[in-house]
Structure formats: C-alpha cells, structure tokens
C-alpha cells in the first residue's frame, strides 16, 4: 500500500485506525464464510468526520472502498477483493440519546442490534426489530440491507423503524438527515436512498431509530396444522381476533420442524412430528390477565372450527424461549452437509404450489435432496435451504434456478430481507423491470461516479 495514503490515513484515525498485513487476513470475511478477508487495509473511523475525511481520499485515489458492520450478512454484500480497502464501523459504537417522550433513540451505525434493544428496555421502552444474529449484526448493516426479522408483520422492516440517518457519500459530502419526528413531509425522503442499498450510494454512519412502547404482556404458542389452506386461515383468525396486533406468525414445514427438534438438535418435539406445519405465534398486548384470556380464547375457537389439530401454549418465559429456540435453531441444517440458503418473497397464496413447484425441479436433478422450508409467512417471506451431496458451483446454479426462476411468473422477489450483494445479482431481473435497473444504475452513477462505493454489488 502506498505510504502516504497510509501516513494519510493514520492523521485521520490515529495509529489504531488502520489495519494492516496480518491484522487483516486473519479476520474472517463472514459469520458463515471461512475464508479470511482480502483487503489492502481496513480502516476504522470513530465518528461521521473520519468517514467523511476517510472517503474523500479514497475517492481522490479511486480506491474501491466496502463498509463492513457485524459481517452477518447472507448475501455476500460485504466480500472484498484484495485491492479493495475495508471501511469498519466497529468503533462507532455510542449511543447518544434516548428520547422516552419521542420515542427516539439516536446512535452510530456501528452499535449492535442488541445493545440498541437493551439501551431500550433500560428506559422502559421497546426497539422492535429482531432476528437472530442480534448479539453480533449492527444497526447500521441493519439499515444498509433493510432488515426484517421476527416482527415484521406489526412492526415492518427496518426502513419503518429509522425516522432519520446521517450518511457519507463517495466523494466524502455529508448528508445529514437525522429527523426525528414521524411526520416529515418536505420532499424527497433522502434516508431512503440508503436503506437497503447495501453501501452502494454511500456509507450510514448515524440513525434516529423510532422507539415504541414496552409491551406489557406476551402470549406466545406453537400450533400444528394438516394443510396450508388451514394455515392460512389460522392467519386470518388469530390477526383478525387481535385486531391486526399478532406479533409473529412463524412457520415451519414438517422437514425443518423434525430436523430442530430430534437428536442432536437443542430440542425435544413439544408436538408429535408427523404434521406437514408448525405455526409458532406470538402477541403482545397490554395486559397479561386479559390478553392470555383472550389469546387462548382464540385459539380454543380456531381448535374447534379445525384449522389447528394440536397446539402447546408458553406458561411462562422459559416456555416461550424453548418455542422459539426452535424457530431458530437453523444451524441444524448443516447436517445435510454443504447447504444453500435462500431468502425468498411471495404472494401467501401462491406458496403452497410453489413450494410444490421447487422440490419438482430439485427432484429433476437429483434423485435424494433436502428442502426445508420455514419463515415469516405472514410477511410473505420464506427461508428455503437445500443441500444436493454437493457444493460445487455447477450444483449451485441448478439449486438457485430450482428456487428463482418460478418466482418469475408470481412476481415473487429473490430477496426478501437479505439483500443481493454478489449472490443474487444475476437473478435481479427476476424481480426488477428492466427500467428500474436502469434508473437504479443512473443513481448509482450520480452519487458514485467513480464507483468506488461497494463495487460490482447489487449489479455490475
């Protein structure tokens, strides 16, 4: 690497700022990725003036630049090559207001997810947005792929959450659109340029999250059904009787359930495992009495009308922490060996055939595969993983054909909550016109004319 940029560097961030040889290639590129990072450096700003100082000389250099936050993302946003120099968020980490009567919390991108909920909960309020690498992903990853979660479905996705965001551009100008108020119609809503644009417009370095009330009360149960027409209107009961508030309505296909719940998964089956789905449901309300009253009400009517043929309600937080250690016990999956996960939205209707459709193709290629299937149905998403016997590339393309290309006719997304990164961006036009690509390109063009930004992401 060039001494003075390195000398450059070091006058904006300070000797620990910027890493070098060793101190790079031993980080891992990824929670679920071996290979260690390539990178010619990785520098590691404090503050929205460090970034800024940061991107102008890269920009000046035309120095390919890729933000790194908790590296739990799934769709390999954040690979890099080895002429490419790694902006991490990992120092920007203050919290530097919470407003209970707002209901605001302001932060640096680099605050994990986690540390935003319990920074919440000290002040007796709520952040919503949860999944399950909480406890490593970054609220600034978190905007940047404009994740979902658990709670979608009451909450929305993490572009409902942010009410404001300080960005830099490539060129090193600061946006500073830190609004804190719900209601702010004054042209263009620029923060939406850079959620879910995964740091290819520019680089989130500061958030005004939207806070809610804490929940007084949780019910949470897990269901069993014997057909998805019946799913479905387990959906509509229980959303309906809880006036649009259910929380989450998980879904698991038999294959998934019975993997996370025999040897050696965590758990044991609360519900015997020959049902094709397992719906994992959850509300919070406002009073425990009445809303456990109420809840289990519900469900006793849907027992009768014979949407559900088995349930097991949570008596307590140990109980409830069990039903969903078996929502996310995903990691059970690399037991089929080399797996491919897939991220996937859809029309509720359409998912019954689709599925169908999918272990078709599979079925076409090879003679034993795995498929299961679980997700946030209510929120139209599925997770999708299938494992062949093989890893290799070839394997790999037949797989994602399997899984994409019946999206086309519904108008399905190839990504729900994940993004594209390297991973999906030759199927982007499964779910993008080609005029959107265009105007999507013209924009990127204008913010990022020397496509420093994250480059070759998202699209070439």
């Known amino acids: 690497m060039d001494v003075s940029f390195v000398s450059a560097v070091k006058k904006i961030t300070g000797d620990s700022g910027l890493l070098l040889g060793k101190d790079v290639s031993e980080r891992k590129a990824g929670i679920w990725i071996e290979e ?14 460090e970034v800024s100082e940061i991107l102008t000389l890269c920009n000046k250099n035309k120095l390919p630049v890729v933000p790194h936050g908790g590296l739990t993302g799934l769709s390999q946003a954040a690979i890099t090559k080895s002429n490419e120099i790694v902006i991490s968020t990992e120092r920007m980490t203050k919290i530097e207001n919470i407003d209970s009567i707002g209901r605001t919390l302001t932060a640096q991108s680099g605050v994990k997810l986690q540390t935003i909920q319990e920074a919440a909960e000290s002040e007796n309020m709520y952040f919503p947005l949860d999944l399950g690498a909480r406890g490593s992903c970054t609220i600034g990853g978190n905007a940047s792929t404009n994740a979902g979660g658990n709670k979608v479905i009451r909450y929305g996705m993490t572009r409902d959450l942010v009410l404001g965001l300080e960005a830099v551009l490539a060129d090193g100008t600061i946006i500073s659109s830190m609004n804190s108020m ?53 959906l509509k009961h229980l959303d309906s ?34 049902y094709p789905y ?96 679980f997700g946030h149905v209510a929120d139209c998403n599925l997770h999708i993983i299938t494992a062949v016997g093989s890893g290799e590339k070839k394997a790999i393309k037949l ?50 004319p020397n496509n420093i930004l994250n480059p070759g992401k998202v699209f070439d």
């Open 241 to 274: 009787g809880l006036a649009g508030n259910l929380t989450a309505f998980e879904v698991m296909w038999n294959e998934f359930y019975t993997l996370v719940t025999t040897p050696p998964a965590l758990s044991n089956p609360p519900i015997q495992q020959n």
């Open 182 to 234: 719900i209601k702010n119609n004054t042209g263009y809503d620029l923060k939406q340029l850079f959620i879910g644009s995964e740091g290819t417009l520019g680089i989130i370095t500061r958030v005004v999250l939207r806070l809610q009330e804490k929940p007084l009360s949780q019910c949470t149960a897990l269901l069993a059904a014997d057909s998805f027409d019946k799913v479905k209107k387990i």
């Open 36 to 49: 260690p990072i390539a990178a010619q450096a990785i520098i590691r700003p404090k503050d929205t003036k």
């Open 278 to 373: 397992y719906i994992l449901v959850e509300y919070s309300g406002f009073n425990q009495a009445v809303d456990t009253q109420h809840f289990n009400g519900l469900l006793d009517a849907a027992l009768k009308k014979n949407m559900i043929v088995e349930a097991v309600i949570a008596q307590n937080e140990k109980d409830r922490s069990g039903l969903w250690g078996i929502r996310d016990d995903v990691e059970q999956q690399f037991q089929y060996g080399p797996i491919k996960i897939f991220d996937i939205s859809l029309p509720i209707n359409s998912m019954e055939a689709y599925i169908e459709e999918v272990r078709a193709n599979l079925k076409k290629h090879w003679k034993n595969f795995h498929c299961t299937v």
């Open 399 to 448: 797989m994602e054909e399997c899984v994409y290309e019946p999206l086309r006719a519904i108008k399905g997304s190839v990504s729900a909550e994940h993004g594209i990164g390297l991973e999906k961006k030759s199927y982007l036009n499964i779910s993008k016109t080609e005029e959107e690509i265009k105007l999507m390109k013209k924009l990127k063009k204008s913010l990022d």
